[in-house]
């Protein structure tokens, strides 16, 4: 009987102070907590609203103690949801620490029933504050989850949606450089934070899209400073970086793109490298989409079909000497010299300074193998672009006459 009647003189003691309790801690924010003094007034009024119901709850869980777990959860159910959004888990437990403190000096000379109290509840408030931020971030990440997937999505299909720079936004991309995009096979488990440390260790930032078979990553790296162009990376460094994360199997890096709101380009190429990369014979693990240009284009992909005709045909029929009709026998007559000169009425050190030239003006070397066969396709392209109705020039001897 004397100890009921003990607890019920310690919970009126308690609701006495109540008010004083609140009006301490509200003035000891104020001057300890800094982010609490420059906040707007309404979302001020909703963190004392938060520090007051603390201190009811308190009282009503000394008076029951059983109720210690839905009681500590209410107090965070008291504010506002967007609060959690301008005040973070610290600041919580900042303003938790202000409440035990101004409790802990108005109860000194209390029992030490309360004092024990005091300390327990604290412990169940910052357990509840945490599980209420876990369950916030939670939510936030599977939102996040599914935007990234529909921004993959999205520059996979090409789509011209006027949304997709404020949803990359949303997302927090921090790359505003150039772009490009690695497809490779899905591996049993996405170490999606390993790529992000990855990328992050190589200054870039990732879109990550899982779609069945595929792993798909669309990397971005910030402009460098005018005083870091030495650190800028290249993209197939990066990508040899991310290998790993992979899946045994084909991995191809699509073009360089100048933003992330072009990514669509280097993404269908990409994907079409990734469906032929097989035909390669000599895959590297990655490879480069540009480098199965005749692969892609025998598949029917338009835009390889465009860029070899722009970056080999159209550049050596625009040019004034007979480049094009030398690199057009040259690859006729299976890369010989001396055939190549016995055609064209020339020496073949003629023959040898055109191919250098050849080079110079297209980047490829017409005297390798795998470069021939890129050539061919390229001449084969351009000329059907050009639907022109005469052959290549071709010179023929006229014969000799017997005396």
């Known amino acids: 009987m004397t100890d009921t009647t003990d607890r019920q003189r310690a919970v009126a003691w308690l609701r006495s102070i109540t008010g004083d309790l609140s009006t301490t801690v509200l003035k000891r924010m104020e001057q300890t907590l800094p982010w609490f003094a420059d906040m707007p007034p309404g979302r001020r009024s909703a963190v004392a609203l938060v520090a007051q119901s603390g201190i009811a709850s308190f009282v009503s869980w000394f008076e029951d ?14 504010a506002p949801r967007e609060l959690l959004r301008s005040v973070s888990l610290q600041q919580t437990l900042q303003l938790i620490r202000v409440v035990v403190d101004v409790f802990e000096e108005r109860t000194q000379t209390a029992p030490s029933e309360i004092r024990e109290g005091v300390l327990r509840y604290s412990r169940d408030i910052a357990f509840a504050a ?59 488990v996405v170490e999606i934070d390993q790529l992000r440390r990855t990328a992050r260790h190589n200054r870039a930032d990732l879109l990550v899209g899982v779609q069945g078979n595929r792993l798909v990553l669309v990397i971005g790296r910030a402009k460098p400073s005018a005083e870091a162009e030495d650190e ?22 699509g073009p360089e793109v100048a ?26 693990r990655p490879v480069l989409a540009d480098d199965l240009l005749p ?40 890369r010989s010299l001396e055939a190549t000169a016995r055609e064209l009425f020339v020496h073949p050190n003629t023959v040898r300074y055109r191919l250098k030239r050849i080079t110079e003006i297209i980047g490829w070397d017409a005297t390798g ?35």
Request: aromatic share 6%; net charge neutral; with cysteine.
């Open 65 to 78: 103690p059983t109720s210690a777990p839905w009681t500590a959860k209410d107090v965070f159910d008291s």
């Open 130 to 188: 945490a599980d209420v931020y876990a369950r916030a971030a939670e939510q936030r990440g599977l939102w996040d989850a599914r935007l990234e997937a529909l921004v993959v999505d999205s520059i996979l299909t090409g789509e011209n949606d006027t949304e997709l720079p404020s949803r990359i936004a949303a997302l927090g991309w921090s790359g505003h450089g150039e772009v490009s995009v690695l497809v490779g096979t899905t591996p049993k």
């Open 232 to 253: 800028l990376i290249p993209f197939l460094e990066i990508a040899q970086a991310l290998e790993p994360g992979f899946g045994p199997g084909r991995l191809v890096l």
């Open 259 to 284: 933003s992330v709101v072009e990514a669509s380009r280097s993404a269908r190429a990409a994907l079409v490298g990734f469906s032929v990369a097989s035909a390669y014979r000599r895959l590297e």
């Open 295 to 334: 692969e892609r284009a025998l598949a029917g992909d338009p835009l390889a079909r465009q860029t070899l005709v722009q970056r080999i045909y159209t550049p050596l029929s625009d040019h004034q000497s007979d480049l094009l009709n030398t690199l057009w026998c040259y690859l006729d007559n299976g």
């Open 369 to 403: 193998a795998r470069e021939s066969l890129v050539l061919q396709a390229a001449l084969i392209l351009g000329r059907i672009a050009d639907g022109a109705n005469t052959e290549p020039r071709r010179q023929v001897r006229s014969p000799r006459r017997r005396n």
